[in-house]
């Protein structure tokens, strides 16, 4: 167990900002075995600083609250914590959500184009409805359909992009399930690769390509 002091050096917070979490739920109650002695479990720690990293990422309190509520960060819901943190990061919706009707209004497009989005799996048919990540992607396909780069590179990044998934979910299960793994802390790094490492070496080999081809 650990002392407030404890928590601050050891996270690098500040006093007030460890509270702030405390009061929004983020962090499990102390215990308090005497007056005026507060002891917190050392995962605190963990917990804290993946809070940090997140907040880095642009989540709001309130997002970090509802991925908390939907998955606790516990063995048994490591990977949903780990989808449901990927899915705020990927889908950004303002706090609301669009059924298809509000969703083709605003995107000005049919039901029928909406069907071909899908169908493509240019979008994923959420149970929630859409976001403004949808409709952003929406109106990149529009402007690549009319010039034809829709079938030569965005069905290829739809397909190269399952490909992955199914070898990233794999990894993802492996790593959590090894029981030498902190689960928080690998958070971090499994975010690091997802969302910096591998747009990094997608755009890397691109400018690559370009050099190569000019050379040659």
Same mark, same amino acid.
Request: contains cysteine; proline residues 3%.
């Given at each position: 167990?650990?002392?407030?002091?404890?928590?601050?050096?050891?996270?690098?917070?500040?006093?007030?900002?460890?509270?702030?979490?405390? *009061?929004?739920?983020?962090?499990?109650?102390?215990?308090?075995?005497?007056? @005026?002695?507060?002891?917190?479990?050392?995962?605190?720690?963990?917990? =804290? *600083?993946? +809070?940090?990293?997140?907040?880095? #990422?642009?989540?709001?309190? @309130? !997002? $970090?609250?509802?991925?908390?509520?939907?998955?606790?960060?516990?063995?048994?819901?490591?990977?949903?914590?780990? =989808?449901?943190? %990927? !899915?705020?990061?990927?889908?950004? @919706?303002?706090?609301?959500?669009?059924?298809?009707?509000?969703?083709?209004?605003?995107?000005?497009?049919?039901?029928?184009?909406?069907?071909?989005? +899908?169908?493509? !799996?240019?979008? %994923?048919?959420?149970?929630?409805?859409?976001?403004?990540?949808?409709?952003?992607?929406?109106?990149?396909?529009?402007?690549?359909?009319?010039?034809?780069?829709?079938?030569? %590179?965005?069905?290829?990044?739809?397909?190269?992009?399952?490909?992955?998934?199914?070898?990233?979910?794999?990894?993802?299960? !492996?790593?959590?399930?090894?029981?030498?793994?902190? @689960? $928080?802390?690998?958070?971090?790094? %499994?975010?690091?690769?997802?969302?910096? #490492?591998?747009?990094? +070496?997608?755009?890397?080999?691109? +400018? &690559?390509?370009?050099? #190569?081809?000019? &050379?040659?």
């Amino acid at each position: 167990m650990l002392k407030m002091k404890d928590l601050v050096e050891l996270t690098n917070e500040s006093k007030s900002t460890i509270l702030y979490y405390l *009061k929004e739920g983020l962090l499990p109650e102390p215990k308090k075995p005497k007056p @005026n002695v507060h002891l917190y479990d050392e995962r605190c720690v963990s917990v =804290i *600083k993946f +809070i940090k990293y997140l907040q880095n #990422l642009n989540y709001t309190i @309130n !997002e $970090i609250k509802e991925l908390f509520k939907t998955a606790p960060l516990d063995k048994d819901s490591s990977l949903l914590t780990m =989808i449901k943190a %990927l !899915e705020l990061a990927t889908v950004s @919706n303002g706090g609301k959500m669009l059924s298809k009707e509000e969703f083709v209004k605003k995107a000005k497009i049919s039901e029928d184009e909406l069907r071909e989005f +899908i169908k493509k !799996e240019y979008i %994923l048919d959420r149970k929630d409805g859409f976001g403004t990540k949808e409709l952003e992607i929406v109106q990149i396909v529009k402007k690549a359909k009319k010039l034809n780069i829709d079938k030569r %590179l965005i069905d290829k990044y739809v397909k190269s992009a399952k490909e992955i998934a199914k070898i990233e979910l794999e990894t993802w299960s !492996e790593i959590f399930n090894m029981s030498q793994y902190d @689960n $928080i802390d690998e958070y971090e790094l %499994l975010f690091d690769l997802i969302l910096k #490492l591998k747009p990094y +070496i997608y755009n890397s080999h691109s +400018i &690559r390509e370009y050099y #190569l081809a000019k &050379r040659g």
